[in-house]
């Protein structure tokens, strides 16, 4: 009769997913009050940042109805100074209530703008520059960027404001308004005398830019370039 040998364990085989959930299984069974502490420690991180959550959310949607009423009631009356100084205290308060997110940059964007347009342009600058260093924003950062060149340059500070608008092309060389950025270099290396990068910058708005308002400025200022040569 032939010998049949028999095995006295069975080895299961299992995937590396079902290893892993039982390995996982043995550890919790050894291991069971460290994973309750720790379960419970989670459960109370998720409680705390859901009502984190939500605590934030509604104090930003508050603080966006408060930014939305503000701008509303400015744009109502724009010229009206006693308008103009509530909305500046406004916007200001906002700025304090508020630490970041949109309402809390915008604030400093518009109070940049009441300032450029009653031409106090110290404050404007600061203003700028603030929202310039906090936004990310396609549109509103490079406008704030030649504003804040403008407002170096009615304060003397030309250079300044070349240095701050050749930092902003070499970052962002694809940016919606680098029409405008090469126009205002070149009209500040213009203002500083030096003609051959006025005429590089005139001439890279004409090329890149055929179709934009800059370009025909460009043309018109080379003209005047070309009688005073």
Known sequence: ??????????????????????????????????????????????????????????????????????????????????????TIVELQSLISDTKFGFVHEMSYYFLGNIFFT???????????????????????????????????????????AITLLNKYESDNSDSIAMDQIYYNSARLYSLKNNQIKAREYFNSVIAKYPESIYAERSRERLLLLSAVK
């Open 1 to 86: 009769m032939a010998n049949i040998k028999k095995k006295n364990t069975i080895e299961i085989e299992r995937n590396p997913i079902e290893k892993f959930l039982m390995s996982v299984k043995d550890f919790s069974k050894n291991n069971r009050r460290k994973v309750i502490t720790v379960s419970i420690s989670v459960i109370l991180i998720l409680i705390i940042s859901l009502a984190a959550y939500v605590l934030l959310t509604g104090s930003s949607e508050k603080q966006l109805i408060k930014f939305e009423q503000v701008i509303d009631s400015y744009r109502s009356d724009p010229m009206n100074q006693e308008v103009k100084d509530k």
């Open 118 to 160: 009653e031409k106090k342009y110290s404050e404007a600058y600061s203003m700028f520059e603030a929202f310039i260093k906090k936004s990310s924003d396609d549109v509103f950062v490079p406008i704030a960027v030649n504003k804040t060149a403008i407002c170096l340059e009615e304060q003397g500070k030309i250079d300044e």
